[in-house]
Structure formats: C-alpha cells, structure tokens
C-alpha cells in the first residue's frame, strides 16, 4: 500500500481540539483512507501525544511552543524549524506522495530539499492567495511547481489556476464535508432541541444563529444591524452568535477592537443577543440545535465555508453572500437564501423575515439542505474523491 504525508499548517492540532476547517479535512480524510496509507504531521499541543497512531492514521506532531514558533512565524526563512522538522519526518516515512493544506512557501521548501524532490507534491489551498498571512505568501507572481493544485471549491481553483496553481500539472476540486450522523436536525429530536435551548434560556424564541470567528469579515455588524430592523417587527427574537475571536489555545477569548465594539453595540440592542463563546469541535453540533435558522454574511471571498454544510447538516436553512465559493454550497431555494448585495443590512433583514415567519419553508429548505449534504458531502465521499486524485496524481508521474 502506498503512503501519502498529509501535512498541516503550523497553526493548529490534527485532530482540531482547538478548531480549524483545515485541520479537521485533514482528519477526516485520513481516517477514511483505503487504499493509502496515512502519515499525518502538524504542530504538538500540550494534550496530545507527540506520536500515536489513531484509528489506523499515524500522528506526527512537532513542538512549535514559546520560542521556536515565534521564530519560526517571524523569521522563517531564516529559522525554518517546521519544515526541517517535517522533512525529517518525510525521510523517516518514505511517502510516495506529499500533500501540503494551505501553505505555498512550506511546499516550496520541501521540493528544495534532498531526497524529497523527486516526490510528487500536491498544494491543497483552502482558501487565495490575498487569504494568507503576510509572512506566508510566496512573492507576488510565484508559482508552485507542484504535481497538482487542489481546491476547496471551484471558485479557489478558477482564481488559482493563474497564480499559485499557474505551475501546477493538474487541477482538481476538492470540497470538505461533514458528519451529517453528528447533528441532530429539529423534526428528529425535538425534545432534545428544547431541551438545549431551554438550558441557554431562549425556549421558543425565534432564533437566528450564526457560527464562526467573531470579526468585521465575517459580517458580524451587518447581522447585528440586519436584527435592529427585525426587531422593530419581532421583538422575541434572538440572535446567537456562536464562537470567539480566534482559533488555538489561550486564543480563543481573545479581546480585540471589533469584539469591544460589537460588545458595546450589544449593550445598546433593542433585542436578545446573547455570546456563548468558543465552542470546541466536538460541541459543534450542540451549537446548531440553538438556531432555527443560520446566517453566514461574510463579507470577504471565502474558499467556501464549512458552517454552511455543519447547518444544512443540522436541517438549518441558510442565508448567505454570493461571496467566493459560498454560492456552491449555499442555493437558492435549494438549501437556503443568497442576498444579492453582501453588505446591505436591509436586505439580509428582509431575508431573515422571510425564513423567520415562514415555518413551512424553513422546514421545507431546512430538509433538502440535510437531504443534499448527506448525498453530496459525506466525510466517506470526500475521502474517495480525495484518493481518487490520489491515484491520477501518482500515475501520471509514472
């Protein structure tokens, strides 16, 4: 059986204990490989082994605490310890093929590398170019001369394809998935619905629930604003917003300037809002029995967007911008709304209305969107698209 190192960023644990869309493909996908063999490495984290082999997935995970990661994030090229790191592991493993989730400059520095350079190399980007961090985008115009360019959507592989993909053999798109098994729609368990939102206090309260990082590119203020406006019509209304202003340990509760403003905006509401706070993964699907309906105005071109798919999971009709690859997974009709205008808080107001006093098309969307992911977006299916590309990859090298 051949093996294939599916190498994360420097950020976050595999598996995501702390979060992390990345991260948790990832995990997902390894687990569900047949015909490859497995090797996982990302960063160490205080709760999990540096080595270990889970579910028949091998774990490496490298210490990038305290000095050694403020370094490395910093000064890279010249403190490359991650990709050294990793390279040592790769020349351990022998894999027949390297797979690098959202870091160019990382396969860049493995291609130079001895006895790693004949290795056929695939950069999955789960999001552009401009997405990245400053010190974690090659200059302007380069190119990853990699065997393949995946995507997480169709719209990342179009935007690539003259840019980091622009050298790549191949392009392939590549969505993420979800545990549809994992979350509870509300006509399957009603009684443990109420029972969630009871312990939150907003029993059968109109609800509007967002998921996500709490930042201005998210479109955080715009739903704020968008509630103002229904509240002038449905003062019971309650709006959730699930999540803190980052990812990663001790990270999470962060205080920032946009969360001090979105506080005191709060403060001033004419409704309920109410912050829970970072959820860690595995109360994820928790989250979701709190909302009768989700929105997602992001204000930026994301890759695509795991939280619509964890709502239509949930039975959760969404409203969303036609921003990025969002527009993919998000249809009208089909699963959910899209605003025409991505920052106009009026609109997504109107929208939030519609699906608010409509039980009937809430349930309706609500059904087709869980029916849909779970004929499109399995975890199991991803994972067979995944060695699919696999297997094209490593014989056309041959």
Avoid at 34 to 49: K, M, Q, S
Avoid at 202 to 211: D, M, S
Avoid at 357 to 379: C, I, K, Y
Wanted: hydrophobic fraction near 40%.
């Amino acid at each position: 059986m051949r093996t294939v190192a599916l190498i994360g960023p420097e950020l976050y644990p595999i598996p995501p204990i702390r979060g992390g869309a990345v991260e948790l493909f990832i995990d997902q996908v390894a687990s569900r490989l047949n015909r490859w063999r497995p090797v996982v490495i990302g960063p160490a984290d205080p709760d999990l082994p540096r080595r270990e082999v889970r579910s028949g997935v091998e774990y490496f995970r490298i210490p990038l605490d305290g000095w050694r990661g403020r370094l490395y994030r910093r000064y890279r090229q010249y403190f490359p310890y991650y990709d050294l790191q990793i390279a040592k592991i790769l020349h351990q493993v022998q894999p027949d093929l390297l797979h690098v989730h959202n870091r160019p400059l990382l396969a860049l520095s493995l291609q130079h590398r001895q006895r790693l350079a004949e290795v056929p190399l695939i950069l999955h980007m789960h999001n552009l170019y401009h997405s990245l961090g400053r010190r974690e985008r090659p200059a302007p115009g380069s190119a990853i001369p990699a065997a393949a360019f995946i995507g997480c959507s169709r719209f990342v592989v179009d935007r690539e394809k003259a840019g980091l993909g622009r050298a790549a053999a191949a392009h392939f798109v590549v969505y993420n998935g979800v545990d549809a098994g994992a979350f509870c729609p509300p006509w399957e368990n009603p009684e443990r619905r109420q029972q969630i939102r009871e312990q939150y206090g907003i029993a059968g309260a109109p609800t509007v629930l967002f998921v996500g990082k709490l930042r201005e590119s998210k479109g955080v203020h715009i739903l704020l604003a968008a509630m103002e406006e229904v509240w002038s019509r449905l003062p019971l209304a309650v709006l959730v917003l699930v999540g803190g202003t980052e990812f990663g340990r001790g990270r999470t509760d962060r205080d920032t300037p946009f969360l001090q403003q979105l506080r005191r905006r709060i403060e001033t509401a004419r409704g309920r809002v109410m912050l829970t706070g970072f959820f860690p993964p595995a109360r994820i699907p928790e989250a979701y029995l709190l909302g009768d309906i989700f929105v997602g105005p992001s204000q930026i071109e994301e890759g695509l967007g795991m939280v619509f798919l964890e709502a239509a999971a949930a039975g959760l009709p969404s409203i969303a911008t036609r921003r990025g690859g969002i527009p993919e997974i998000v249809q009208e009709d089909l699963n959910g709304l899209l605003l025409q205008q991505h920052d106009d808080s009026r609109e997504l107001a109107g929208k939030i209305m519609q699906l608010l006093e409509d039980p009937d098309l809430r349930l309706r969307l609500g059904r087709q969107a869980r029916t849909w992911v779970r004929e499109h977006f399995s975890w199991d299916q991803i994972a067979q698209r995944q060695e699919d590309v696999y297997d094209e990859v490593v014989s056309s090298e041959q």
